[in-house]
């Protein structure tokens, strides 16, 4: 596979050559950034389906307990 930019391009233009290699750069940290923060979102939703079932159970609990103290 050739290189978009050679050692005789990047010798004529340097800041080319630098800007190109800063849009790979640049480029690379997006996707990563990307992919992060949707395993960490994939994640979170996971964790807030454990939560309202636990929610559920805890709020169930406190109706009951709520009952059984207008019952007596």
Request: hydrophobic content about 45%.
């Amino acid at each position: 596979m050739k290189s978009p930019i050679d050692f005789k391009d990047f010798a004529t233009n340097p800041v080319a050559g630098l800007l190109f290699f800063c849009l790979i750069a640049i480029g690379y940290l997006y996707i990563d950034n990307k992919t992060t923060l949707t395993n960490q979102i994939v994640a979170l939703q996971e964790e807030v389906i454990v939560l309202r079932s636990d929610y559920k159970k805890l709020n169930d609990k406190f109706i009951q307990t709520l009952q059984g103290i207008n019952e007596d």
